[in-house]
């Protein structure tokens, strides 16, 4: 190349006369300098600087292509501490998303290669965790996968408990007060409940409650809960374990024309009223029957909806053995034992094998039912002399 180059500036000299060719060329072998020598001097300064900057140039453009097929990551177990929620529900790309903002990994995509690498990244479970800044995608993929580091704050919400008494249970755990908890329950939809689920077929109008829609569960409370929050979270837990029992869709096509929100409704009473998992079904048939079917009143008669509503008014509730006959058929109680027909809401947020037993309750008549034995199973009965004959088998046992 140098060569290359000497010959282009001797080319431009030979472009002269000869004489002046021969004066050069007697210059340069008596040693003088300038002309030729001069520009040859030249020459190669130049193509040292080309050179540099064509070698400066390819590492520059080699490190910015390499950056491009090169995953940025950090080495190593990074330093200090911070803390990331892993959301209900969240992808693999969303995990990556949340430690790359927080500054743990160097990029997204090496948290997902590492996780890619690593058939135990599906373990990872919903929560707040303990890791550092600045780690590899491999290194903070074991952190989320060690519960040791993950921050507990879970709180268990039992089947059959009533949306106010939810409230309290979340007020002491949270230090949020009941009145917000109220607050944010005066809207339903706003928490996620879907209008349709409101919609009746027995003519009468949907009471718009939150009561029914708190899925019972065991939930991690995120770091800065509010209300709002906590009780959307529930209701989407309701959404997501009725649509995979696919409730709506099934009491709709096999229940008769009984919309969800009735059936709901029945669930609610099955998981107050059965004292065993076993007649949940048997329960939410029962209350079918009355309300539906050929029971004198058409109404329910389960003293657990007087007590609902000694709860709602913020009265003691009691055992069916100490309520008077006001409190049995209290005219002014929409939850009247004997009203007609169906309650206006559910009496609590039902656990999905109670919800299983109102959408698909096993075959049967029966009118009514009485706890038998101290493991809370009932016997059932069609007919009212038939349950006479269970009452006295439940008091020799020593049950009522």
Request: charged letters at 30%; proline letters at 5%; aromatic letters at 8%.
């Amino acid at each position: 190349m140098i060569d290359d180059l000497d010959l282009g500036f001797d080319e431009s000299e030979r472009s002269g006369d000869k004489g002046k060719h021969r004066r050069s060329y007697v210059r340069k072998r008596k040693g003088e300098s300038g002309g030729s020598g001069g520009k040859t001097a030249l020459a190669l300064l130049m193509a040292f600087v080309l050179l540099g900057v064509i070698g400066g140039g390819a590492f520059y453009g080699f490190d910015r292509v390499q950056s491009y097929f090169v995953t940025p990551d950090y080495d190593g177990a990074g330093t200090g501490e911070v803390t990331v929620e892993i959301k209900q529900g969240a992808l693999i790309a969303d995990m990556a998303v949340a430690l790359y903002d927080a500054g743990v990994v160097k990029s997204a995509k090496a948290f997902i290669e590492a996780a890619e690498a690593n058939s135990r990244s599906k373990n990872i479970q919903p929560g707040t965790y303990k890791v550092r800044k600045q780690m590899s995608g491999e290194q903070a993929l074991v952190m989320l996968l060690d519960l040791k580091n993950k921050i507990t704050n879970q709180i268990t919400i039992p089947e059959g408990t009533t949306a106010k008494r939810t409230y309290k249970l979340l007020s002491e755990k949270t230090k949020i007060p009941i009145k917000e908890f109220e607050a944010a329950a005066k809207d339903p939809e706003g928490l996620g409940v879907p209008d349709w689920w409101f919609k009746r077929t027995d003519g009468k109008p949907a009471k718009k409650s939150i009561e029914g829609f708190l899925y019972p569960d065991t939930y991690e409370i995120p770091p800065k809960a509010t209300a709002e929050i906590l009780l959307s979270t529930m209701v989407q837990n309701f959404l997501t374990v009725t649509g995979e029992m696919k409730f709506a869709d099934r009491v709709q096509e096999e229940r008769g024309g009984i919309s969800p929100y009735e059936a709901l409704i029945v669930a609610s009473l099955a998981q107050a009223e059965a004292g065993n998992k076993d007649d949940l079904g048997k329960v939410a048939r029962v209350a079918y029957n009355r309300v539906y079917g050929e029971f004198p009143c058409n109404c329910l008669e389960m003293d657990v909806t007087v007590n609902y509503y000694l709860e709602l008014t913020g009265q003691k509730t009691k055992t069916s053995k100490d309520m008077t006959d006001a409190e049995l058929d209290d005219k002014k109680n929409p939850y009247n034992r004997k009203l007609r027909g169906m309650i206006p809401s559910p009496i609590n947020n039902p656990g999905k094998q109670a919800m299983e037993g109102a959408m698909d309750p096993p075959p049967g008549k029966w009118l009514y039912f009485v706890a038998i034995d101290r493991q809370g199973h009932s016997a059932f009965a069609e007919t009212y002399e038939e349950q006479l004959r269970n009452q006295r088998k439940a008091e020799e046992a020593g049950i009522i």
